[in-house]
C-alpha cells in the first residue's frame, strides 16, 4: 500500500469534478464517496441531495471562514493505492483505510472535532483519492509536518492487517514503487503499465542477458527504447539513460529515467558487474546446453551463503539475472508464470548490507545466465524436455535463496524468493506434463492457456 501526496492546488470543485467524473480516457469505474469527515455527509454519486458543487462548498467553508492570511493552495490531495497483485479491498476497509490516513496526516486526527474536512473517493477497484482542505473547523491551519511518512507507517500497518503485499521494510532494497500520476497517465493513453514499469523490465533482460557493455547498449537500442548515454570528457561512459517512444511531459521533452531511478542494481557500475568475467558457450546440442546448465545452477544452490554474508548477496543478485534470462528462453507455455517468477524474484535478488563480494556459486550462476543467453540455438528450441531438468533446478536455487534470507533475517526478500518459487514450481508441473506428453510446443501441449498436466503428475510443494 502506497499513499502517495499530489500536487496541492486552489480548485476543490474542479478536482472533485475530475474524480467523480468518468476520467480522460473513460477509465474511472463507479466512482463514489466511501468515507468523508462526518458521516452524515451525503455522496454526490448516491444522493439527488448533494451536488459536487455542493460538496466543494462545504469543503472550502472554513476557508472562506479563516481570519487573516489564508493558504494559497488550500487543497491537500492523496492517493492511496495497493498493488496489482493484492486482493480487492471493500469500501468499509478503505473507509478505514481513509480515516487512519487522515489521521496520520494531521488532518483529522481521532476525536478532533475542530479537524479539518476531508472526503475519500473511490474510482478504482486498487486505490482510493482523499481530498481535504487545509483550514480546521476553529479557523487554524493543520500541522501536516512529516505527513507523508507518518501515513507510510499507516500503510505498513495495513500490509499486516489486511493481508497485503509487504512492500517496504526501510532496508533500502525496493526498487522505486510506480507513482499514481503515472499509473493514471498509463490509463489514458490505454497502456498496461507505466512506462517505468516497462523500462525496468526491459533494461533488465538487457542488462541479464549481455555479455559485455557493447552488447548491453545494444539489446536496450534493439528493444524499441530510447537511450542515450553520459559520457565524461575523457570519453568514458559514465551512466546512461532510457525512455520510451511517446512518454513526454508536458512540454514535450522525453521523460528520461537513469538506471539507478529504475532500480538500485540498474546503475551502469552495477550493470557492469555481470560481465566481469565471460564464459564462451560450448558448440553443443541445445538440450546438452540446457544441462550443463543446469549442473551449474545445482551445484550454486548446494553453496549459497557458505563463503559468507557478502558473497551471498552476489549469489543471489546473480540468481535473479538468471531467472530473468530464462523467462526469455524458457518454453511459450510457461513462459509468463517463469517471467512473473522474475518479476518476484527481483526484490530478492537484492539484498541489504554492503555491495556484494565475488564467490564461486556467483560465478555458477553467471555462467548459467551467459551459457543460455549466448546459445541462439537453445533460444530458439526451448522445447519441454529440455528445459525440466534445468527448471527442477531454478526451483531448488530459489528455495536456497529464501532459507539463506531467513537466515539473514531479511524478511522481505525470504518473502519474495516464497512468491517465486510457487511461481517455478507452477511451470515445472506443466513442463513435466507436456513432456510426459512428448511434445514441445504450447500447441500440441494444451492448446489453452488452462491445461494442466494429466494425471499422475508429481506435484511439487
Known sequence: MIP??????????????????????????????????????????????????????????????????????????????NAPEDRILSDAEWAEV???????????????????????????????????????????????????????AAARAF?????????????????????????????????????RVTLQRTVREAAAAATSEADFFARLATSGVRVKQRIAPDGNVTGYSVAMPGDRNPEQTPIWFSGARLAPDLSLPRVRE???????????????????????VRAAADQLGAEGLHQGAGEVAALGDLIVVAAVISPRLVRSEIKDAAYEFERAARAP??????????????????????????????????????????????????????AQEHRAQAEASGRAGRLLREAVEVTAGAAAAGSTSPTQASGSTTWRPPPGTIRLR
Not at 466543494?56 to 492511496?80: C, N, S
Not at 473511490?122 to 476553529?138: C, F, G, Q, S
Request: glycine letters at 6%; proline letters at 4%.
Open 159 to 195: 500490509e499486516v492487517q489486511f493481508g497485503l503485499r509487504r512492500l517496504k521494510h526501510g532496508d533500502k532494497t525496493a526498487s522505486q514503487w510506480r507513482k499514481a500520476g503515472e499509473l493514471e497517465k498509463a490509463e489514458r493513453r490505454g497502456l498496461k503499465e507505466a512506462p
Open 274 to 296: 555481470r560481465w566481469s568475467n565471460q564464459v564462451l558457450a560450448p558448440r553443443a546440442a541445445p538440450a546438452e546446453l540446457w544441462r550443463v546448465a543446469e549442473s551449474k
Open 98 to 152: 481513509a480515516r487512519e490516513m487522515m489521521h496520520a496526516a494531521g488532518i483529522a486526527e481521532h476525536g478532533d472535532d475542530e479537524a479539518c474536512r476531508w472526503v475519500a473517493v473511490r474510482h478504482a477497484d486498487d486505490h482510493i483519492h482523499l481530498v481535504a482542505t487545509k483550514a480546521r473547523e476553529d479557523g487554524r491551519q493543520p500541522n501536516l509536518r512529516q505527513d507523508i511518512v507518518k501515513m507510510q
Open 4 to 81: 502517495e501526496k499530489l500536487d496541492e492546488g486552489s480548485d476543490t470543485y474542479g478536482l472533485l469534478h475530475y474524480l467523480y467524473g468518468p476520467g480522460r480516457r473513460d477509465e474511472h469505474t463507479d466512482p463514489h464517496m466511501v468515507a468523508a469527515w462526518d458521516q452524515y455527509v451525503d455522496d454526490p454519486a448516491r444522493s439527488p441531495d448533494m451536488t459536487i458543487s455542493d460538496l466543494a462548498l462545504l469543503l472550502d467553508a472554513p476557508v472562506f471562514a479563516m481570519r487573516g492570511k489564508k493558504p494559497k493552495l488550500h487543497v491537500y490531495h492523496v492517493a492511496v493505492r
Open 353 to 406: 548490507g554492503d555491495r556484494a563480494l565475488e564467490s564461486q556459486a556467483r560465478t555458477l550462476y553467471r555462467e548459467s545466465a551467459q551459457l543460455l543467453s549466448q546459445s541462439a540455438a537453445a533460444a530458439g528450441r526451448s522445447d519441454a524436455v529440455a528445459a525440466l531438468g534445468f527448471l527442477l533446478a531454478l526451483v531448488t536455487a530459489v528455495e536456497a535463496s529464501r532459507r539463506w534470507h531467513q
